[in-house]
């Protein structure tokens, strides 16, 4: 019969890799006192031996909970469930997990019970991911002394909240000069719920781009960010008169607009061109492929995790943006840019 197999402890790491114990410890807990040298050998070391670090151990002996508390106070849609998830995967490899709890009502009363709540977990650090800056002076009521970053739309510089987000009003303002420089000019903006601040901030950088180009804006205020609400959106379009190209509040709104658009016989983009936002997966493979405003959500969530590092290790609070690009593709440039996207997008999955 073989003997039970010796587990693998952080002495073992710290042999194979030629460094000390403690080394190995500030390499694992992300800590930036460690050469570049020195990591690479602890984490093949790591690799090698198959080691998995006993979080609860390095808890008790470093007064840690390891935990990161993540407030959602919002509705779930494509956006906050990516950034969720990429806060996750960042956290993970920073090697700590996540304690969830989720407001999507985001009442003032419901926000600050459910920070308590994260605060009791003994979290070393809380993440807010909100829709409205309305959650903003709820929060400054209840935070106190627990490391906090708010991940939301708009101006940041709060005095004790961190901020990180993209810039959206910079998304609305790409997405209008994509289309002015294609030569539309005849340009109307479908608006997402205007209950989240990336809908405001989308449909001011719209009107903005518009204005500076000498083109009256023309924005229709949308209930939701869903498909359904783009394909209504395009019935009364249809109505009402169609306008030279179209810019949706997100890209499943694109995809009811470009549905109802089909069933009309509107053809796209040679009658009405449309753009999206956010590059949802698949949008490069619809017919027609669609033009959007890609929002880097992985790069999003790593910054989230760096910031709560930083804040943990004694880094002043401060407010960070990432910038969004234009991804152009056939909805708004026409059949030339299949070449175009062959070049860049990965093939699709074979069915």
Not at 318 to 323: F, G
Not at 333 to 344: H, K, M, P, S, T
Request: proline share 5%; with cysteine.
């Amino acid at each position: 019969m073989n003997a039970p197999q010796r587990r693998i402890v952080m002495a073992d790491v710290a042999a194979v890799a030629g460094v000390s114990p403690q080394t190995v410890s500030r390499v694992l807990s992300g800590s930036a006192r460690v050469s570049d040298l020195k990591r690479r050998q602890v984490l093949a070391a790591v690799e090698a031996l198959g080691y998995r670090p006993n979080l609860a151990a390095r808890a008790l002996a470093s007064n840690k909970s390891g935990a990161i508390g993540v407030l959602v106070a919002a509705r779930a849609h494509f956006g906050m469930v990516d950034t969720l998830v990429e806060v996750e995967t960042a956290a993970r490899a920073a090697g700590y997990f996540l304690v969830l709890a989720m407001e999507q009502d985001a009442r003032a009363d419901s926000v600050q019970g459910a920070y308590r709540y994260l605060e009791q977990r003994q979290v070393e650090s809380i993440v807010v991911l909100a829709q409205s800056r309305t959650t903003v002076p709820v929060l400054q009521e209840v935070v106190t002394q627990t490391p906090t970053v708010l991940v939301l739309a708009g101006p940041g510089g709060l005095d004790d909240i961190a901020t990180v987000g993209i810039e959206q009003r910079l998304g609305g303002r790409l997405a209008a000069e994509h289309l002015l420089s294609c030569g539309y000019r005849d340009l109307v903006h479908v608006t997402g719920d205007l209950g989240w601040q990336d809908a405001l901030d989308r449909a001011d950088g719209f009107r903005e781009a518009c204005l500076a180009a000498g083109v009256e804006p023309t924005v229709v205020e949308g209930r939701s960010w869903e498909v359904s609400e783009g394909f209504r959106a395009g019935r009364r379009l249809l109505a009402e008169g169609l306008p030279r190209a179209v810019f949706t509040g997100n890209d499943q709104m694109a995809l009811g607009l470009l549905s109802a658009l089909h069933e009309a016989g509107v053809r796209v983009p040679d009658d009405v061109a449309v753009m999206g936002f956010d590059d949802a997966p698949g949008s490069a493979w619809w017919p027609p492929p669609l033009s959007t405003v890609r929002q880097d959500f992985h790069a999003l969530g790593g910054r989230v995790i760096e910031m709560v590092q930083g804040l943990l290790t004694g880094d002043e609070i401060r407010d960070e943006r990432l910038m969004p690009q234009v991804v152009a593709r056939v909805s708004t440039l026409g059949a030339d840019a299949l070449d175009a996207r062959a070049q860049v997008e990965p093939a699709p999955p074979p069915r």
